[in-house]
């Protein structure tokens, strides 16, 4: 799929006022977050992604690829679709062993099928390094661990689907490592966009869109000020993330890590 770029096109807020941003475009190899308080829509903005929006959704919003209405199959037909969704709930109806799971789908949508052992082995390779506890070919679906399932998905949509257009909606809540997974997918030329309340995420982000009131209200672009607030947070975060860890392995706390911890 030769996709360039996507164009939002603003609709109405919740309280029917025109969206202050009517026009966002988003290019291949964007980083992108939507930060908002809770119920602000910024689900319902990538759901309006998702559906390919066309002023017949509550928001009234239309997308654009490449400046042109999407084509009908992309919509109708999952192995032409473009984008790829992964959300908060991720339970699986199928019980095969993940390596049979990655097998099946890269089966489907590999049109060479010389390649299938590779995409399966690089899929994996890409999960485990976004989760602590790696993910095994031989586990079930239905076994893996809420971090292991979203690592797997977003390798799976990465580099199995290789859609163009990949939509994360706070993936922070899995417990997977941000910082690592952001470095890798910026390998991929592709649009990332992460729905987040994570400021690690939005400011590892190219630019972040402010949703408010249903509607998108403000798009900043994360500048030089903003990168450096952005590594001080990460080594905060970093040092909670190591606080959660000694407490999962069952260790105590000292007062001098306590200390080290807030004086970060």
Do not use: W
């Not at 099928?113 to 602590?132: P, Y």
């Not at 998108?216 to 040092?239: M, N, P, Q």
């Amino acid at each position: 799929m030769n996709i360039q770029k996507m164009t939002i096109f603003g609709g109405r807020s919740k309280s029917g006022l025109p969206e202050p941003v009517q026009r966002l475009d988003l290019n291949m190899g964007d980083v992108v977050s939507i930060v908002g308080s809770t119920g602000a829509g910024k689900t319902t903005l990538i759901n309006d992604i998702e559906l390919f929006a066309d002023a017949n959704t509550p928001t009234g919003r239309r997308l654009l690829i490449n400046g042109e209405k999407p084509p009908a199959e992309y919509r109708d037909n999952p192995a032409c679709n473009p984008i790829a969704l992964i959300t908060q709930h991720t339970t699986f109806l199928s019980d095969l062993p993940v390596g049979e799971f990655l097998t099946i789908h890269a089966n489907i949508r590999s049109k060479d099928k010389s390649q299938i052992e590779d995409l399966v082995t690089r899929t994996l390779a890409f999960a485990n390094q976004l989760t602590g506890e790696p993910v095994q070919p031989l586990i079930r679906m239905t076994e893996l661990s809420g971090g292991q399932t979203r690592a797997l998905l977003i390798a799976d949509a990465t580099i199995i689907c290789n859609t163009p257009i990949v939509l994360l909606d706070e993936v922070e809540n899995a417990g997977i490592n941000r910082n690592r997974a952001i470095e890798l997918l910026r390998q991929y030329r592709k649009i990332f966009i992460f729905v987040t309340h994570d400021p690690r995420i939005a400011l590892l982000s190219d630019y972040r869109i402010v949703v408010k009131d249903g509607s998108i209200s403000d798009v900043f672009h994360t500048d030089e000020i903003e990168r450096k607030c952005g590594e001080r947070v990460s080594v905060l975060d970093d040092a909670l993330t190591n606080l959660r860890n000694q407490l999962r392995r069952g260790e105590r706390l000292s007062q001098a890590e306590l200390e080290s911890i807030t004086c970060a």
